[in-house]
């Protein structure tokens, strides 16, 4: 346990420094970026051990793993910890693929869902968010990938074209507020295209939405393009807790 909470600080220590790093090759403050770390596949133990050095702001694409996780965490922090007041309390956004039967479960534990893409789950999270008395920070997520856009396959994500009216249907909920855009650059090309028209998109939302500002784009693979392209959030999973999952 000594050796993955020492592996886990030089990880996360690692990390911030690339995103200095490219905050400052961009003319950008590095507090401009948010870093959620991306906690899928990965025990409460490593979450736990985030949030003792400070890193409260986690990421899941599982609803199951998600809930399971979230409530341990919670528990694990009322219990074992002598100074309960130094950990911060985590807040999680859920960044899959979001089916609208665990909306209900979602908004139980989410801070922010980064995955939103059809209006059929903008009302299903509002319904939610209302009944649970949450606000939830809701990020439009747009599909970058123009093949995946054609045939109506990839991995989540609204065409760009409906961006706008994605973005006026959460504008207008009750328990939604909107953050931005988010999006996870194509596989197998190179990012930065794909992140210019990321930051040509995230341009028109705040013509029509001013205080939609954030824009949640870069992986472990493309934070520093991400970064160049105006990300203010980046999710960062094998970069901090590594490349295949451990057992317990
Ligand atoms: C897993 C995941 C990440 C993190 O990816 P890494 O390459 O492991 O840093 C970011 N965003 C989404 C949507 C993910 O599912």
Redesign the pocket.
């Known amino acids: 346990m000594a050796d993955r909470a020492a592996e886990i600080a030089a990880n996360l220590a690692a990390v911030r420094e690339r995103i200095a790093a490219a905050c400052a090759a961009a003319g950008r403050g590095a507090e401009e970026v948010t870093l959620v770390a991306?906690t899928?596949f990965r025990p409460a133990s490593d979450v736990l051990e985030l949030l003792r050095l400070g890193q409260r702001v986690l990421?899941e694409?599982r609803d199951q793993e998600a809930s399971a996780k979230a409530k341990e965490v919670a528990e694990a922090l009322v219990s074992d910890f002598a100074d309960v007041a130094s950990i911060p309390a985590p807040e999680w956004h859920f960044?899959?693929q979001l089916q609208t039967n665990k909306v209900k479960s979602v908004v139980s534990y989410a801070d922010v869902v980064e995955?939103v893409d059809r209006l059929s789950l903008v009302a299903a999270l509002d319904k939610a968010a209302v009944r649970a008395q949450r606000e939830i920070r809701a990020f439009v997520q747009v599909n970058l990938d123009p093949e995946a856009v054609r045939d109506g396959s990839g991995r989540g994500g609204a065409h760009p074209e409906e961006v706008l009216e994605l973005a006026d249907a959460v504008a207008g909920t009750d328990a939604l507020r909107l953050a931005g855009l988010m999006a996870?650059a194509p596989l197998g090309s190179p990012p930065e295209p794909a992140f210019e028209r990321l930051a040509a998109l995230a341009g028109e939302l705040r013509g029509a939405h001013p205080d939609a500002v954030s824009l949640s784009a870069g992986?472990?693979?493309d934070l520093e393009a991400a970064v160049a392209a105006g990300a203010t959030h980046v999710?960062?999973?094998?970069?901090l807790l590594g490349g295949r999952p451990r057992l317990r």
């Open positions: 991306v899928k990421g694409n960044i899959g995955s996870v992986m472990s693979g999710r960062i999973g094998t970069a």
